[in-house]
Every structure is written in structure tokens, then in C-alpha cells.
């Protein structure tokens, strides 16, 4: 990697839709036209997606310069500037960023730094040593007794330990094992296993055959998600260029292990992350889950002792043999170990995917990573761990993240997903999308999962229409712990968590809506009426031709009135309005 | 459309390795899915037929995953993230635009057979929240004033 002059576009889904592939286009064309000895390659997610698109120009002694935000005119200007005249742009850099300061970069450590479709650069990293190393130096129990050491737990939202889990399957004998990589990531905000698909492929490809090894399975599973269309291609490139290589198929580095990966397309059901889920659908089944035990590790896909480990989690393991699992468990907490990625999405000022050690405070991570609320508007809470996890209130900013701590919460860690709110969410909004998400996705095995839910939803919908009694708030909460305590899979066990969590830490706002009418982040419709103050009001009527119902009229002065029952409330008045002559109310004092 | 014979299912599995048996039917479905764009009663029983499995349970997984199509969709797909950075930031507003622009609910197909409107989960574009995507290009940080120019290019040409 060293010696060269090189520029990486980061293209990932992120950098594409945020249109690198005609600046990476460009850049190619510029470089060609004037014969540069420079390399243009893609790489994967840089994590940076607040800055999309961006190029990174590494000099040959290894300096960096990252560009952000980059259109024709600045791609053009850093080939003439930078490249040509070998003066960096200061001003299309990013320059000294906190972004990265305090990140640990164990599973991203390749990402946005190789070409993902190039088996020589991940090698060129290192890449398949690990393998190598296992294969041909460790028996299958050191392997799991590496990742026991190093205590690496399940990173898909579990959080069992993996070195357990392997020596479990390991114990079995049976003449076939299967070895599957759950990447079905079905978590509404979470992105990181896609990212580490598109930007290290051959990183997840590597962890499976070293599990396979440790447990003695000959035969792996991606089941990965139809929606990520990206990901599977590269996941494609990387086995039959690792089936070239000899990386993957018979007798792997001349020993008698052989490994061969097969992709499986999930067809859309978020339910078949659970894991005996995942293998009725493999199996070619409606995704239902089924009472465990018996445990995959004993008997799992066709019958047989199966692992399933997440994409993160694999994507750990090559690097925990290769710098061993004292300095993996060197970083993070008493009980848990080693880093965690994120995927940082809302309402925050630097939205990407970050990976930190364990154990640091939530509040760092929204301040000091993601440069706190976007706007410059108030934190209200952090969603933690999607449709099964909760949502922590600002108060407990100083809440570490680790597993233990943030289930103390209500929340989970999960499988990553942190979503910023603020003071402009609506609480029991929120609670009613992730249980509307659930709801929909139980596969209807439970009756309370299927049923419960369903009522739950039902009164969440109410008190968005100002309806119900204060009681109700009791009554939701007794059915989300019976939906809990019912419900044979993870589904249905965590998906009344967005509920309890936010009448536990939101209750005001649940009493507000129901006692008052009034929701004070004023997003729930049947709740808000829009005035046009006519004090304030211009007459100018850019407002008029804006209102897709046609609800704005002259008033009797020279200003505008809206006409409550025609108004559906979509809030393009306000948005257009030059002067903030509308206002949103809510409560008593719309009567 | 008209339905295709076992032969030509018996060849979309052949192209894809797929022998009969259970673990084909999720794969066998996808491809002629892929293929034709949704799955016909007639080819529904053939791979039925093909992997040896009821065509009662074959309709099972096909209702009980929401990639798969029992009706032919429009020649573009629009698919509006419903996440939940999505949602906090608007994407309920995009869907109700493109349903005002398109003159459809969501699950419908326009009436000349160009555009079919679905929302879904996530897209895992969090970032660019509220994101789109129509056919396999993704398109984030949607405003409801950039729709119809993000919507222009399929109109015209018909698209890619």
C-alpha cells in the first residue's frame, strides 16, 4: 500500500447515492487525460456519510488530505491544485475533524481504505494470515479457546458469548456442521453489516472459514437481505475470487480443511434474524420461529449442529488471532470486551457509521463524535437497538455503553442502530412506529406477539388522537410485560421495549396527550392546529399556492387565514413562510 | 403475460443450480421473480410442481415474505424507506408527495404501468435520511421539492 500515490472514492450505497460514482468517474478521466501517476480506486464506507462524497488523496510518504462534499467543479480543481500543483486544497478539506478522534477502528479497519473487489489488497493488509495461521498452527480448540480469551460476544444484538457458543457446536459430533453468517440486518437505523459487506467483503469471509474450522463445519450460509443489492454483489466477487486463490474450497493451505460459502437471499422478513427463523427459511420455509432447545448448536439447519454468527461478530475474529485476544479484551469493559460499531442516524449534526470501544458514555458519543444535535436544537433521547430496544432520555447521557449497563436502561445494545431525537420528536410517536414495525413483522406463531401487539398498537393510536384514559398507560404497560413473558422468539420478547422504555422515562408526554390534547413536539396530527398570526402575517401569499388543499384564504385585513377543517396539517405553509407568521398549537389552547 | 410452461422454470433452475427439494423454493421463486417481475399462479404451481413441495405451502412462503409479487409490477420501482431516521426526518411527507404526484396509494401501479409505489422498512441509507430508491439507485436526502426532478429521468426515456 506504501509508495504509491493513490485516491479513494469511497462507494459504498451511502457515497453512491450521494452521487460518487460520476465524481469517481471524473477523477479517473482527469487523471488518464493528463497521464498523472496516481492509483483511483473505490473503496468501502469511510463512515463519514455527514461529508459524502468523499475522496481521500494519500501521498506517497503515506500523507492523507480527505476531501468532503465534492462536486465536477472541486474534483476538478484538486486535480489542477493538488494533484498537478501539489499543493493540497485547504478549503475542500475536511481538515481537522473530531469525528474520528475517539474511534477504535478494529472491524472498520479496512473499510474505506481497500478496494473490497480486490483479493490482493485485502491480503496486502494482512488478510487470510489469520486463517493461515489457524489452520496451520492452532487445533480447532485453541481457536475457540482464542475467542473465549478474548471475550467476544455476539455483535448482532444477542450479545452471547461466541467463544461459548462455538464450543458448543464444537462438542457435537456429527458428521456435518454448518457454519452461517447471519447478514438478514432487519433494524430500521442500523447499517453496519451492509457497510462492512460493501467495504471488506473478504474480512467476514475469513472469520466464517476460521469458525468453520473451530467447530468443524465444511459448509457456510450468508443470508443476507435482498434489499442490499450492493453488498451481495461484492460478497459474490469475494468467494469466486477466494475460490480462485484456493481461500476457500478443498484442502485449505494444504491441510485437509475444506470451507465453501454459498449466498442465500433473504426475501424480506425481518423476524428471520432470529435464528431459528433464519434456518426455516433457508430450508426454504415460512420464517417461523421454534421453541429452543434443542439450540442450533445442536441441532440446527437440516437437522444438523449449526453456528450463527453475526456479520460484526465474524468480521472480529481474523483480527483477534492476528494481534491475539489480550489486546482485543484490552479494549471495552469488565464484561464486555473490544469495540462496537454504530450506525449514528437523526436528528444529529454528523450522521455515519462509527466503530468505539465498549464502555463509553452515550452522551460522548452523540457530543463529541456525532458534534451534538443537529440545529442546535435540544437532546431529547437516544433509540438505542431498533424495534427491540429503547429509547434513553438525556438524562442518562453519562450511561455507558456496554451491555449490561444499557439493558439496565430498557434499552439494548442491539444490533447498533443509535438514532438521535430531539426536542421535535414526538415520544409516543416514536413508540408507535417501532410497535407498528413489530406488529407488522410478527409472523403470527405467538398469540400474544400476534395479538398483543395489535392491542397495543390500537392504544398507542388513540392516545395520538387525544383519546383514552390515564389508566390506559397501566394497561399498556401490563400487556407489553405479558407480550414479554409469552412470546417464544426475540421478536416479540423485545418488541414492546420502545413502549416501556418511553412510558417509563416519557410518561408526562403520554399523560399530556391523553389529559390535554396537546402533543408538545407537535407532531401528532389530530393534536395541532395551524394559525396564521395576523400580526405577523405580510400577505404575501407564498403560503397560498403552497397549501395542497387549498385551505388558505384571504382574511379580513390584509393578511392570510387558514380554514381548520380543511387543513390537513402537512406543515408546508409553515416551511415556506418567510416571516414565521404560522404557528403550530396544541392542548387547550386550540378550543 | 403469458404463463410459461414447466420447461422454462425447469430451465431458470438449471441456470441457477437448483435442484428439487425444499431449499430451492425460496431461491426458485426469486429468480423467476427477478425475471418476470412477479410470480403467476401458473408458475407458482410449477415450482411447486419442480421442487416437490404443496403448492399450498409454496403460497405460504410467498405470502409470508414481502419480496414476492402475485401481481406484475409498473417498468419502475419506487421504494420510499420508512426507517426510523427516515421517519424523524420526514419520510412520511415524501410518500404522501409521491403518492400526490403520481396520483396512487402506495402498493399501486400508475395507470400506464411506469411507476409502482411501496414503502419499505429500511434501507440501511440512514444517513441521507429520507432516502428512496427507485430501481437499484438510491436517492437520499429526498425534499419533496426535488421529487419530481429525481422523478423526471424515468419519465422520459422510460428510464434504465
Known amino acids: ?591 | 403475460m403469458d404463463a410459461l410452461s414447466l420447461s422454462q422454470v425447469e430451465g431458470t433452475a438449471e441456470r441457477k443450480n437448483l435442484v428439487p427439494g425444499s431449499l430451492s423454493v425460496i431461491p426458485l421463486l426469486q429468480a423467476v421473480q427477478e425475471r418476470f417481475g412477479y410470480i403467476s399462479e401458473r408458475q407458482l404451481e410449477e415450482v411447486a410442481e419442480y421442487t416437490g413441495v404443496p403448492v399450498s405451502t409454496v403460497y405460504g412462503v410467498v405470502t409470508f415474505y414481502s419480496q414476492f409479487r402475485l401481481r406484475p409490477p409498473g417498468r419502475h420501482l419506487i421504494r420510499v424507506c420508512q426507517g426510523t431516521a427516515c421517519h424523524v426526518l420526514g419520510a412520511g411527507e415524501v410518500l404522501a408527495t409521491l403518492q400526490e404526484e403520481l396520483g396512487i396509494c402506495e402498493g399501486e401501479t400508475t395507470g400506464d404501468g411506469l411507476f409502482t409505489l411501496e414503502s419499505v422498512r429500511c434501507l440501511g441509507c440512514c444517513s441521507l435520511a429520507p432516502a428512496i430508491m427507485i430501481d437499484e439507485a438510491t436517492h437520499g436526502r429526498v425534499t419533496r421539492e426535488a421529487l419530481p426532478e429525481i422523478l423526471a429521468p424515468y419519465r422520459v426515456g422510460g428510464g434504465t
Open chain 1, 1 to 591: 500500500m506504501t509508495g504509491r500515490r493513490e485516491i479513494r472514492v469511497g462507494l459504498a450505497t451511502c457515497g453512491i447515492a450521494a452521487g460518487a460514482e460520476p465524481v469517481l468517474e471524473l477523477l479517473r478521466a482527469e487523471v488518464d487525460t493528463r497521464g498523472l501517476n496516481v492509483v483511483v480506486k473505490p473503496v468501502g464506507c469511510l463512515g463519514m456519510c455527514y461529508n459524502e462524497p468523499l475522496v481521500e488523496v494519500i501521498e506517497r510518504d503515506g500523507a492523507s488530505t480527505l476531501y468532503r462534499r465534492l462536486d465536477e467543479a472541486a474534483v476538478v480543481r484538486i486535480v489542477e491544485e493538488h494533484l498537478v500543483g501539489g499543493a493540497p486544497v485547504d478549503e475542500l478539506a475536511v481538515g481537522d475533524d473530531p469525528f474520528f478522534r475517539d474511534q477504535v477502528r478494529i472491524v472498520l479497519e479496512n473499510c474505506g481504505v481497500i478496494d473490497p473487489e480486490s483479493l490482493e489488497e485485502y491480503r496486502a493488509c494482512g488478510g487470510y494470515d489469520a486463517l493461515q495461521r489457524a489452520l496451520t498452527e492452532m487445533s480447532p480448540e485453541g481457536v475457540v479457546e482464542e475467542i473465549t480469551l478474548s471475550g467476544l460476544r455476539g455483535r448482532g444484538g444477542g450479545g452471547f458469548p461466541t467463544g461459548k457458543k462455538w464450543s458448543l457446536a464444537a462438542a457435537e459430533s456429527a458428521p456435518i456442521k454448518y457454519m452461517i453468517c447471519n447478514a438478514d440486518e432487519g433494524d430500521p437505523g442500523a447499517f453496519m453489516d451492509r457497510s462492512v459487506l460493501e467495504g471488506d467483503p473478504h474480512r467476514v469471509l475469513e472469520g466464517m472459514a476460521i469458525a468453520a474450522y473451530a467447530i468443524g463445519a465444511s459448509r457456510g450460509y450468508v443470508y443476507v437481505r435482498a434489499e442490499y443489492p450492493l453488498a451481495i454483489r461484492r460478497l459474490d466477487k469475494a468467494i469466486a475470487a477466494a475460490r480462485q486463490a484456493g481461500l476457500l474450497g478443498e484442502k485449505l493451505f494444504d491441510t485437509p480443511f475444506s470451507f465453501d460459502v454459498a449466498i442465500k437471499e433473504g426475501a424480506g422478513a425481518f423476524v428471520c434474524g432470529e435464528e431459528t427463523a433464519l434456518i426455516a427459511s433457508i430450508e426454504g420455509r415460512r420464517g417461523a420461529p421454534r421453541r429452543r432447545p434443542p439450540y442450533p448448536s445442536e441441532s440446527g439447519l437440516m437437522g444438523r449442529p449449526t453456528v450463527i454468527n453475526n456479520v460484526e461478530t465474524l468480521a472480529n475474529v481474523p483480527w483477534i488471532l492476528r494481534h491475539g485476544a489480550d489486546r482485543f479484551a484490552g479494549y471495552g469493559t469488565e464484561g464486555s470486551k473490544g469495540t462496537k460499531v454504530f450506525a449514528l442516524a437523526g436528528k444529529i449534526e454528523r450522521s455515519g457509521l462509527i466503530e468505539i470501544p465498549m464502555g463509553m458514555p452515550i452522551g460522548d458519543i452523540v457530543y463529541k463524535i456525532g458534534g451534538g444535535v443537529r440545529g442546535g436544537k435540544r437532546l431529547k433521547a437516544v433509540q438505542m437497538g431498533g424495534p427491540s430496544g429503547g429509547c434513553i432520555p438525556a438524562s442518562l447521557a453519562d450511561v455507558p455503553v456496554d451491555y449490561e449497563s444499557l439493558k439496565a436502561t430498557g434499552a439494548i445494545v442491539g444490533s447498533g442502530g443509535m438514532i438521535v431525537l430531539d426536542e421535535d420528536t414526538c415520544m409516543v410517536d416514536v413508540a408507535r412506529f417501532f410497535l407498528d414495525f413489530t406488529q407488522k413483522e410478527s409472523c403470527g406463531k405467538c398469540t400474544f406477539c400476534r395479538i398483543g401487539t395489535k392491542r397495543m398498537l390500537e392504544m398507542l393510536d388513540r392516545f395520538r388522537r387525544g383519546e383514552g384514559e390515564l389508566e390506559d398507560i397501566d394497561r399498556l404497560i401490563e400487556l407489553g410485560e405479558m407480550v414479554k413473558a409469552h412470546s417464544l422468539c426475540g421478536l416479540g420478547q423485545t418488541a414492546p421495549n420502545p413502549v416501556l422504555t418511553t412510558t417509563r422515562y416519557f410518561r408526562e408526554e403520554y399523560e399530556a396527550h391523553i389529559r390535554d390534547g396537546e402533543c408538545q413536539a407537535r407532531v401528532c396530527r389530530d393534536l395541532i392546529t395551524f394559525r396564521i398570526n395576523a400580526e405577523t402575517c405580510r400577505d404575501c401569499k407564498l403560503c397560498v399556492p403552497q397549501c395542497p388543499v387549498g385551505a388558505i384564504a384571504q382574511g379580513a385585513g390584509a393578511y392570510q387565514m387558514i380554514d381548520e377543517e380543511t387543513c390537513v396539517r402537512c406543515g408546508r405553509c409553515r416551511d415556506v413562510c418567510p416571516f414565521s407568521a404560522i404557528d403550530v398549537v396544541t392542548g387547550k389552547v386550540r378550543a
